[in-house]
């Protein structure tokens, strides 16, 4: 299965991306050459191992983190990091929770994290790193620097692999339009919208880390993702057979739950969808249903999308409607039923001349 990352694990690492007061704390630290020990969190189940030290409640302030870090204890912060609830504490977790750690500091951390499930810091004086620990998860901070590199270059991996999927993608729409589509083409469409969202997926998580500094990057990346989530399921709505106990909610899932090896073999990927053909022939044909070339012609609301599909039932059957057919669905009307076949016929005839033009 692909790597996810735990939502808590996110929401720390937000709170500690640059720009955030609590990262300029930190980073106040690691100036002032110090280490230190900081747990997000002032709930019962962290003062239960907390001993000794000062209540503070005072309002958070980089400054004051920094100066409290002159002191050996750990420093404990209310759950959104806007007050500073104790300082200068002895942490006393379970000493039988598992740790890989060495350092004093560093073991700590760790097991409070196993331990509490809330996130901890721990600054490392003598390596200049800054951990973020939850659960089982240990989180290095990266420089600011590292991080626009690699975002910089999954943004060109992203580029190309889109450019791959818009080019199935519109092969997709002609063999649509010619009733020639088969299990292979709608595969290769959905595998391919499923790399690019994985490699967005990345690059989203880099974004988070980046903070204030990232804006670039996310304007990048949303400009590049126009619309591919959407056309991931329409495919897989043009597609897959419901049943009782088998939805679209459970086809997205089916796909995304796909690890990487399995992904990248096209059976593996007929496999977790139902289609409705023959799913063991990846040169068996398919018949859309049509959603994904109604969302394209404007201003065509998705309940009377839903109901000329169902109406019709195929595409092929689509194509063919008159304006008085297409007149007779619920909420149609003659004036959107003429709009509705010129569209029709303006992306049949503009899909077929991308693939042989």
């Excluded at 106040?28 to 969190?41: E, F, K, N, P, Y």
């Excluded at 104790?86 to 000493?95: G, M």
């Excluded at 450019?163 to 083409?185: F, H, I, K, P, Q």
């Excluded at 992904?263 to 959603?291: C, I, M, R, W, Y």
Aim: aromatic residues 2%.
């Amino acid at each position: 299965m692909p790597v996810r990352r735990d939502l808590a694990l996110i929401d720390a690492l937000a709170m500690v991306a640059p720009g955030m007061p609590l990262r300029d704390g930190l980073d106040r630290i690691l100036q002032g050459s110090r280490g230190a020990l900081i747990v997000v969190g002032d709930g019962p189940e962290v003062l239960a191992i907390c001993s000794g030290g000062f209540l503070l409640d005072a309002e958070f302030s980089p400054q004051r983190l920094s100066e409290l870090a002159k002191m050996d204890g750990a420093i404990i912060l209310a759950a959104d990091a806007s007050r500073i609830a104790r300082a200068n504490v002895h942490l006393v977790p379970n000493p039988n929770v598992p740790t890989s750690e060495t350092g004093t500091r560093h073991r700590t951390a760790e097991r409070v994290a196993r331990s509490i499930h809330v996130p901890v810091i721990s600054v490392s004086e003598d390596m200049s790193v800054i951990a973020v620990y939850h659960g089982t998860t240990k989180h290095p901070l990266e420089l600011t620097t590292r991080l626009l590199t690699r975002a910089n270059q999954a943004l060109q991996t992203l580029e190309r692999y889109k450019n791959r999927l818009d080019a199935v993608s519109g092969s997709l729409s002609a063999l649509e339009v010619e009733d020639l589509v088969t299990v292979r083409d709608v595969v290769t469409v959905l595998q391919r919208t499923e790399m690019v969202r994985r490699i967005a997926e990345e690059i989203h998580g880099v974004i988070l880390e980046l903070g204030t500094d990232g804006r670039l990057i996310r304007l990048q990346l949303e400009e590049l993702l126009g619309g591919v989530e959407n056309d991931r399921r329409l495919v897989i709505k043009d597609y897959f057979h419901a049943d009782q106990g088998w939805h679209l909610a459970d086809a997205m899932e089916g796909l995304a739950d796909l690890s990487t090896e399995d992904l990248l073999d096209l059976k593996s990927v007929t496999a977790v969808l139902h289609l409705s053909g023959n799913e063991a022939e990846l040169d068996a044909g398919l018949q859309p249903k049509g959603f994904r070339l109604l969302n394209k012609i404007p201003r065509l609301p998705e309940a009377i999308v839903e109901r000329i599909v169902g109406r019709f039932g195929t595409l092929p059957k689509m194509l063919r409607a008159t304006v008085d057919d297409l007149d007779e669905v619920e909420g149609v009307g003659e004036s959107r039923a003429r709009a509705i076949q010129e569209g029709l016929s303006r992306l049949a005839e503009s899909s077929v001349l991308d693939r042989y033009g």
